[in-house]
């Protein structure tokens, strides 16, 4: 298996959940007492950023890994704001992530990645540690935080929708 057997279907794969759990919250949010807007200003702890932003994070993800492990500059975090800068958001990273030829990462596996961090920290590891130590782990922590931050104020999403893509594996009983 290569990394970009691992990374591109997996992250279009969370990507799409991501939108369906988004547009389920938006009908839930019409038939609650909550406004898109808050609905997306929404956080789980006072520190931690709201859902709007775990949206943008989760793109930046996905975004980010292409750029280092094809060594291509890393692109800004998109500074979007609103629903449909969002699902727009959504679909643009889905389309990039399905742009990647599947020989795009050939030997990223050994290749040096760099992290200069704005606290001053760095990190250096290979293309294969920066997948499973790195980009997997931040990629799959504010997707899970999107999910998180809607189902805890009362959007009706259950593991089927977090894993809506394996849906397509689901046989009858025999």
Known sequence: MNLHSMIIPAYMNALGNLS????KAVGWAGDSDISVDALLKAKLAPDMFPLETQIRFT??????????????????????SGLDA???LIDRTVGELAAVPADAFDGAEGRQVRLDLPNEM???MTGFEYV????????????MTAYAIMRHLGVPLGKADYVAHALKYLKSPV
């Open 20 to 23: 369906g759990e988004v547009a």
């Open 59 to 80: 793109c930046h993800q996905a975004r980010e890994v292409v750029a280092r492990l094809t060594d291509k500059p890393v692109p800004e975090i998109p500074q979007v």
């Open 86 to 88: 969002l699902n727009a």
């Open 122 to 124: 760095v990190f250096e």
């Open 132 to 143: 499973r130590d790195w980009a997997q782990p931040q990629f799959h922590f504010h997707r």
